[in-house]
């Protein structure tokens, strides 16, 4: 059984592009690669055959890059829509900074699928930890390089 801590947080949106991935690096990338292969061990003398080289190179990173998607689908953990009553992963919340009243929100998503730019932050960023398992209505104190406060507005 594994341990939560090993487990890949991702959206249904997410899984279903790395497992398309895995199916095109599987069925189209790896085979590609073989056959440069076969054509570049054709081409003779493998010792100075920079095309044989490059397909090797090109094998390596595939082959490496289907064993991460493979761990990733081994380890995931599906978001599930969450309920408005407390904060978890999947969330979405709105938040007003107590010393700037700034008003932000942002989604709590797994590591792989953050993205700051779009309100989209890590599980394990330090908000979504100070987030976890809150109510509307809370201020909490973030453990920032520097610290601020923030008020949950609503959970949406």
Same mark, same amino acid.
């Given at each position: 059984?594994?341990?939560?801590?090993?487990?890949? *947080? %991702?959206? &249904?949106?997410?899984?279903? !592009?790395?497992? #398309?991935?895995? $199916? *095109? %690096?599987? &069925?189209?990338?790896?085979? !590609?690669?073989? #056959?440069?292969? $076969?054509?570049?061990?054709?081409?003779?003398?493998?010792?100075?055959?920079?095309?044989y080289d490059s397909a090797r190179d090109k094998q390596a990173a595939i082959e490496n890059e289907i064993l991460e998607i493979q761990h990733i689908l081994e380890n995931v953990e599906i978001i599930k829509s969450t309920s408005t009553h407390t904060i978890r992963i999947g969330s979405t919340v709105k938040l007003i900074n107590i010393n700037t009243n700034e008003i932000s929100e942002v989604k709590i998503v797994?590591?792989?699928?953050?993205?700051?730019?779009?309100?989209?932050?890590?599980?394990?960023?330090?908000?979504?930890?100070?987030?976890?398992?809150?109510?509307?209505?809370?201020?909490?104190?973030?453990e920032a390089p520097k610290k601020y406060k923030v008020k949950i507005e609503s959970i949406l």
């Amino acid at each position: 059984m594994a341990n939560n801590d090993n487990k890949i *947080y %991702l959206t &249904e949106e997410s899984l279903k !592009q790395y497992q #398309e991935k895995l $199916k *095109y %690096l599987q &069925e189209v990338a790896r085979p !590609q690669v073989i #056959e440069e292969i $076969k054509e570049a061990r054709n081409q003779g003398d493998l010792s100075e055959n920079a095309e044989y080289d490059s397909a090797r190179d090109k094998q390596a990173a595939i082959e490496n890059e289907i064993l991460e998607i493979q761990h990733i689908l081994e380890n995931v953990e599906i978001i599930k829509s969450t309920s408005t009553h407390t904060i978890r992963i999947g969330s979405t919340v709105k938040l007003i900074n107590i010393n700037t009243n700034e008003i932000s929100e942002v989604k709590i998503v797994g590591a792989l699928d953050a993205d700051p730019f779009n309100n989209k932050i890590s599980n394990t960023s330090p908000l979504a930890i100070a987030l976890n398992g809150k109510k509307v209505g809370q201020v909490i104190e973030v453990e920032a390089p520097k610290k601020y406060k923030v008020k949950i507005e609503s959970i949406l």
